[in-house]
């Protein structure tokens, strides 16, 4: 579910709105699951996204690397498999940080700026790449790159995670946590 809402955030649709709760299902997803589960959740949801937000790439490697579709499309599994392992990262992160008692959102956020920052990629991209055409969200980048405007887009995602898990288990959301996502 995380990769059908960030999906339609990447160029050339730039969708930008979804992704503001993309990462809700993937964080509720993780919750109470060992460091290794939640890595391969996090594999997958990473992997699902970059393979359908990149499949532009197996025209690209059909015209300009003169590959058959099927090797193109294994190409892009290939790419897709390793890109979707910072993600897996950043799950696994998270998950050691809940067991050891940190509190989840901020585990969470910080895993995921780690791994963003330090996971090498063949072809960088950051989740900031999503609001590509929502300027007012891109200003963060500024002062703190693309890792800031990360940030912005994950608040909303963590406090929507947060709220549906509080209703879960038969407590209101917080007020001042809900203002802070809007």
Not at 34 to 46: E, F, H, K, N, Y
Not at 77 to 88: D, F, H, K, M, T
Not at 152 to 177: D, E, F, I, K, Q
């Amino acid at each position: 579910v995380s990769a059908l809402l960030f999906v339609p955030g990447l160029p050339p649709a730039s969708i930008w709105p979804p992704v503001l709760v993309s990462f809700a299902p993937l964080y509720l997803a993780i919750e109470r699951q060992t460091p290794g589960r939640s890595l391969l959740i996090g594999w997958v949801s990473g992997t699902l996204a970059t393979f359908a937000g990149f499949f532009w790439l197996v025209e690209t490697l059909r015209k300009f690397g003169e590959l058959p579709l099927p090797a193109a499309v294994a190409v892009l599994a290939l790419l897709s498999a390793y890109n979707g392992a910072r993600l897996g990262l950043a799950c696994w992160l998270s998950g050691r940080a809940a067991a050891r008692g940190w509190p989840e959102a901020p585990a969470f956020a910080l895993a995921f700026l780690t791994s963003e920052l330090l996971y090498p990629l063949v072809f960088p991209w950051y989740i900031a790449t999503a609001a590509d055409h929502a300027l007012p969200l891109l200003q963060p980048a500024e002062l703190g790159g693309p890792l800031a405007v990360d940030l912005l887009l994950l608040v909303p995602s963590l406090v929507a995670g947060g709220a549906l898990r509080s209703l879960r288990a038969g407590r209101r959301p917080s007020a001042p946590l809900l203002v802070l996502g809007l």
